[in-house]
């Protein structure tokens, strides 16, 4: 298996390679040149199998022999160590919580599988690398709890001051001292084109081995499909899942949608976004609409230029009708998320987090009309978003055990003026 960049099938690279760079040199994004399909036996018995064997047979030929078998075992192994359970909250729709990592966001497995995937790849070098990476919020956490402690490996994260929640701010904040937390006075786009900038500078590159760490990179978006095999072990209905992504890049739902290629049962996927919803109106138009990004309360999903569908597309070999089989869309906005979480709450004592929220709306309302069960991804513990969902629900989310004693550390952050020159000089200095 190798990868060729969506803007020129030409340039390829091998798992290594594309997990380093991050990105095709053309500015492509990384797709598999094949994408396996898996043996009946392994799907019709995967209720039997453990959850490190599912997850170390579905990615091996992703990683072509890049890492050796019993490394990527305990790599593997170690990316998962939770749980992901399948949650019922009616008759028709379940929520598949994965929100049971030690950042409590769905984004801990790739953030954890390319942490170790890098870490394994870095061994043989004696020059450090650099994740340079900008969060809204739960990005950052994630990569900086994945990436703590790995050897030769130092991760700068800059956010938004002021625009993270208390429990995002510290995930951000209290790890080793291979993460260094820069706090931008700016809001999320500002920190994010300075990391853009960041890596078109050639004294940077000079001066420093930077990769990223967003869904663009194979070793991110590719162990995403863990979490639908897992979702098949626990469903009982003969009738295969309506599965709800609430998405933003688009790279959770394009990972679930390889995994149904390679052969998992799914009867349909469903979209959720929220006021972003350009996906949403080019599979109603045809038409790709230009937008810029709108603030809402589900706002991992504020992204106007998805950038993980033109994998979905390529998928598909762009033909948009094909795509229409097998994924909708849907689009909802901020008054009707919370009156989803309040009426979820009151009516079967579930809180859901606005994400999920988002995609609890677009599935009940695919399944009023085409009938069939499914399970909509919650993306995010409720805690994460405490002032909506208390807005909603009335009640206060009590702080899990597992993530009690951070919220008493001390926040280590560096203030960084909203300014690509000022942050140029900070890190051409600091060593
Ligand atoms: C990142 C994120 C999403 C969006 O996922 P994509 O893969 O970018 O579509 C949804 N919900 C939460 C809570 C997230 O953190």
């Not at 919580?97 to 790849?121: I, N, Q, W």
Request: glycine share 6%.
């Amino acid at each position: 298996m190798t990868y060729y960049s969506t803007n020129n099938k030409n340039i390829t690279a091998d798992f290594r390679q594309a997990t380093i760079t991050g990105q095709a040199p053309d500015k492509g994004l990384y797709y598999p040149s094949d994408i396996p399909v898996l043996p009946q036996a392994l799907l019709n018995g995967l209720s039997e199998l453990s959850k490190e064997e599912i997850a170390f047979t579905v990615i091996r030929p992703y990683v072509a022999g890049t890492i050796p078998d019993d490394v990527l075992h305990k790599i593997v192994s170690e990316t998962i160590n939770f749980n992901f359970p399948l949650i019922p909250i009616n008759e028709t729709i379940s929520a598949l919580e994965l929100f049971h990592g030690p950042t409590l966001a769905f984004k801990d497995v790739g953030a954890r599988f390319m942490s170790r995937c890098l870490g394994y790849f870095n061994g043989s070098n004696n020059q450090k690398v650099t994740v340079l990476v900008a969060t809204s919020g739960d990005t950052g956490g994630a990569v900086a709890n994945g990436f703590e402690g790995v050897e030769g490996v130092e991760v700068i994260i800059l956010y938004p001051s002021g625009k993270v929640s208390p429990v995002q701010e510290k995930q951000l904040t209290t790890c080793g001292d291979n993460i260094i937390a820069l706090e931008v006075d700016g809001v999320f786009d500002d920190c994010q084109a300075m990391v853009k900038q960041a890596f078109l500078d050639s004294d940077l590159h000079a001066q420093y081995q930077l990769t990223s760490a967003n869904s663009i990179n194979v070793a991110r978006w590719l162990p995403q499909q863990f979490y639908y095999f897992f979702a098949a072990q626990q469903w009982r209905l003969d009738e295969a899942p309506v599965i709800c992504v609430p998405s933003g890049n688009f790279g959770n739902i394009c990972a679930g949608m390889v995994a149904h290629k390679s052969g998992l049962p799914v009867k349909h996927f469903i979209a959720a976004c929220n006021a972003n919803d350009t996906i949403y109106q080019y599979l109603q138009t045809g038409i790709m609409p230009e937008k810029g990004t709108t603030s809402t309360i589900s706002n991992a999903m504020d992204v106007a230029k998805p950038s993980n569908f033109v994998r979905i597309m390529e998928m598909y070999n762009n033909s948009l009708r094909d795509l229409l089989v097998n994924l909708s869309a849907a689009a909802v906005s901020d008054e009707v998320t919370l009156s989803v979480m309040r009426e979820v709450y009151s009516t079967y004592g579930y809180t859901l987090d606005p994400h999920g929220a988002v995609a609890y709306k677009a599935l009940s309302d695919y399944l009023k009309i085409n009938g069939g069960a499914g399970y909509l991804l919650e993306t995010a513990h409720p805690v994460k978003f405490p002032e909506p969902v208390e807005q909603a629900t009335g009640q206060q989310v009590p702080i899990p055990a597992t993530i009690a004693p951070i919220m008493q550390l001390p926040k280590r952050s560096i203030a960084m003026a909203n300014s690509y020159i000022g942050f140029k000089d900070w890190m051409m200095h600091r060593r």
